[in-house]
């Protein structure tokens, strides 16, 4: 092993925070779930650097750059993300070997989606209620413990372990981030509290992403849903609850979502179409397709039984 340096940040650009898998478990003490907003993007950064699943990473907003301060295997993913490295172009969606002083940028073709950055080993980052992933509004986690995120200047050090096999992510197995297709939507138990014609509105409608998209949740605007039952008594929320507030415009809950609602909600974004979602920026459009839960249930074995039999075979 060696122990240290790891990496140095050149540029942060508009948001970089360090995330893993998140504080899963700790809801009931007010924490929330935090972690990667594109959970698929975050696992293929980590296992092409052949990390533990919920080994951190950065996740970037805009351009990042850094630098290399020892020899190390990194690995970017995410959706039309360009890398570069000493000024040459690189691939995504494989791994990258950096010699100490190289250094690497990468920027999106849409701002606003988000890339992640892992880099093979353990990165010495103090956990702070089991999770090193960064909320800001709850001042958590993060690179000094307090939710702040990476600044220009910052060094992460990273222990690193004996060079693994280079991989690479096959084209058919890397995320379909286009929103062509409608996002499944699963009918919560309040969904028979709205009327008829308005949750037949809601599944033949498009609706726009807002300005008002952060990790905590997506605002949409489009044609409201009207007659929403009463606010009632807080209760939790899962990641991809679609809320529905009194204006009747709804609020799709993300991983930085808090931890207990009162509004309404008419269902519940499928989890293996939440990094679509999460993918998108102001201005697009979603639609939304009701799904049987046993459906659902089938569509997620399938994912993971593809999965499965890819990872066993290399």
């Given at each position: 092993m060696?122990m240290?340096?790891?990496?140095?940040?050149?540029?942060?650009?508009?948001?970089?925070l360090?995330v893993?898998?998140?504080?899963?478990?700790?809801?009931?003490?007010?924490?929330?779930?935090?972690?990667?907003?594109?959970e698929?993007?975050?696992?293929?950064?980590?296992?092409l650097?052949a990390?533990?699943?919920?080994?951190?990473v950065?996740?970037?907003?805009?351009?990042?750059?850094?630098?290399?301060?020892?020899?190390?295997?990194?690995?970017?993913?995410?959706?039309?993300?360009?890398?570069?490295?000493?000024?040459?172009?690189?691939?995504?969606?494989?791994?990258?070997?950096?010699?100490?002083?190289?250094?690497?940028?990468?920027?999106?073709?849409r701002?606003?989606?988000?890339?992640?950055?892992a880099?093979?080993?353990?990165?010495?980052?103090?956990?702070?209620?089991?999770?090193?992933?960064?909320?800001?509004?709850?001042?958590?986690?993060?690179l000094?413990?307090?939710?702040?995120?990476?600044?220009?200047?910052?060094?992460?050090?990273v222990?690193?372990?004996?060079?693994n096999?280079?991989?690479?992510?096959p084209?058919?197995?890397?995320?379909?981030?286009?929103?062509?297709?409608a996002?499944?939507?699963?009918?919560?138990?309040q969904?028979?509290?709205?009327?008829?014609?308005?949750i037949?509105?809601?599944?033949?409608?498009?609706?726009?992403?807002?300005?008002?998209?952060?990790?905590?949740?997506?605002?949409?605007?489009?044609?409201?849903?009207?007659?929403?039952p009463?606010?009632?008594?807080s209760e939790?929320?899962?990641?991809?609850?679609?809320?529905?507030?009194p204006?009747?415009?709804?609020?799709?809950?993300?991983?930085?979502?808090?931890?207990?609602?009162?509004?309404?909600?008419?269902?519940?974004?499928?989890?293996?179409?939440?990094a679509?979602?999460a993918?998108?920026?102001?201005?697009?459009?979603?639609?939304f397709?009701a799904?049987?839960p046993?459906?659902?249930?089938?569509?997620?074995?399938l994912?993971?039984?593809?999965?499965?039999?890819?990872l066993?075979?290399?």
């Amino acid at each position: 092993m060696t122990m240290g340096k790891g990496i140095k940040i050149l540029q942060s650009g508009p948001l970089a925070l360090v995330v893993d898998s998140g504080r899963r478990g700790s809801q009931h003490q007010g924490f929330c779930e935090s972690g990667p907003m594109d959970e698929s993007a975050y696992f293929w950064a980590n296992w092409l650097c052949a990390n533990a699943a919920d080994n951190p990473v950065i996740e970037a907003i805009g351009a990042l750059a850094i630098e290399a301060q020892k020899n190390l295997a990194v690995a970017i993913t995410g959706p039309e993300v360009s890398v570069i490295v000493n000024g040459r172009s690189m691939s995504a969606w494989q791994t990258l070997r950096l010699k100490a002083g190289d250094t690497l940028s990468i920027d999106t073709k849409r701002f606003g989606t988000k890339s992640y950055v892992a880099i093979a080993g353990q990165w010495q980052i103090a956990k702070i209620v089991g999770s090193v992933s960064t909320v800001r509004r709850e001042g958590l986690g993060g690179l000094s413990g307090n939710g702040q995120p990476l600044q220009n200047n910052d060094c992460i050090a990273v222990t690193t372990l004996p060079n693994n096999a280079d991989r690479q992510i096959p084209d058919i197995l890397r995320p379909d981030y286009t929103l062509t297709s409608a996002l499944e939507v699963i009918n919560g138990y309040q969904y028979d509290s709205f009327p008829t014609t308005s949750i037949r509105r809601f599944f033949n409608e498009e609706y726009s992403l807002t300005t008002e998209i952060d990790r905590m949740g997506y605002r949409l605007s489009g044609h409201p849903v009207a007659g929403a039952p009463p606010s009632m008594r807080s209760e939790g929320i899962n990641a991809g609850s679609i809320q529905i507030p009194p204006d009747g415009q709804p609020i799709v809950m993300m991983r930085d979502r808090q931890t207990l609602g009162g509004y309404p909600k008419i269902g519940c974004v499928a989890s293996y179409d939440l990094a679509r979602l999460a993918q998108a920026v102001p201005g697009d459009t979603v639609a939304f397709r009701a799904v049987d839960p046993n459906n659902a249930r089938a569509n997620w074995l399938l994912r993971e039984q593809k999965l499965k039999r890819f990872l066993q075979s290399v």
